[in-house]
């Protein structure tokens, strides 16, 4: 099950961040099936497996918090290893259910920003913006929305199946280069989050040109997600995909660089919305 999630993670087949944390989380109930004679060695091998996870993607915020707080939680807590198992299956469920609280209140809160009538736009896929616009049109918005293609994994195709399963909601697509067409249209844009550390907004590729052009065009840009995500001593690593996600033939002589990651700096985003709070 963790070498399994690890892999998973790994080619970023899981496309939420706090799905992610969520299910590198679960992976960790596997230490209850396993056998130890101390509590040393099962310490041991919890702290070696979080940290197999955690390193699975530098860039997650969500997923590096997670670990972190299993650790934490169960080191040197108890003094035998059934004490210490019940400890771990406890801190599972309650991590999870942190989670999916902390991802559920920000999207409440970000979703009081939208108006019946608005226009958005959204980048990419993340659940936390799915749960923003549901609970927009639970209370009775009529929105429309345009989703950019979010090349080159085209993610947000996902997104736009998903929203257009919503109630209410006119769903328009458009590729990543019309989005200065598709912004003219809207009243604001409604991103996720990777990670905020340093000054700085990490969100999936694409995300600094379409702020930018968002600034230019006076849109005002929303970025929700858990507060999770917004930490301090975190060194943010990008991740450089397949170039066959690019180009499926190599040229010779032609690099691909595929990056994963945006880096914005946090000043240009208008607010920011998590479980905590709201920052203009």
């Known amino acids: 099950m963790i070498d399994e999630t690890v892999a998973e993670i790994r080619a970023m087949r899981t496309h939420s961040t706090s799905a992610v944390a969520v299910k590198a ?29 955690r390193r699975s993607n530098p860039s997650h915020a969500a997923l590096h918090n997670a670990m972190r707080d299993v650790e ?32 559920g209140e920000a999207a409440a809160h970000a979703a009081e920003r939208i108006e019946d009538g608005d226009t958005l736009l959204v980048h990419d896929y993340s659940t936390t913006v799915l749960e923003t616009i549901e609970n927009a049109v639970h209370d009775g918005a009529h929105l429309t929305v345009y989703v950019t293609e979010a090349r080159p994994r085209t993610l947000g195709r996902k997104t736009a199946r998903v929203l257009a399963g919503m109630s209410r909601v006119d769903v328009r697509m458009v590729v990543d280069s019309a989005m200065g067409y598709a912004l003219r249209a809207c009243d604001r844009v409604l991103l996720g989050i990777t990670c905020i550390t340093g000054g700085t907004y990490y969100n999936r590729i694409g995300t600094f040109p379409l702020v930018v052009t968002a600034r230019e065009l006076g849109v005002p840009v929303i970025a929700v997600g858990s507060g999770a995500k917004t930490i301090e001593e975190f060194r943010f690593e990008n991740e450089f995909r397949d170039a066959v996600e690019v180009m499926r033939e190599p040229v010779e002589g032609v690099t691909i660089e595929n990056p994963s990651y945006d880096a914005t700096p946090i000043g240009m985003i208008d607010t920011v919305i998590t479980d905590e709070g709201v920052v203009e």
């Open 25 to 53: 989380t679960q992976a960790l109930a596997e230490l209850l099936d396993r056998e130890y004679v101390t509590v040393d060695e099962f310490e041991r091998d919890l702290e070696h497996n979080a940290g197999v996870l």
């Open 72 to 103: 934490r939680s169960i080191v040197g807590e108890t003094t035998t290893v059934e004490g210490a198992k019940q400890r771990l299956e406890d801190v599972i469920a309650r991590v999870i259910d942190d989670i999916e609280t902390a991802k």
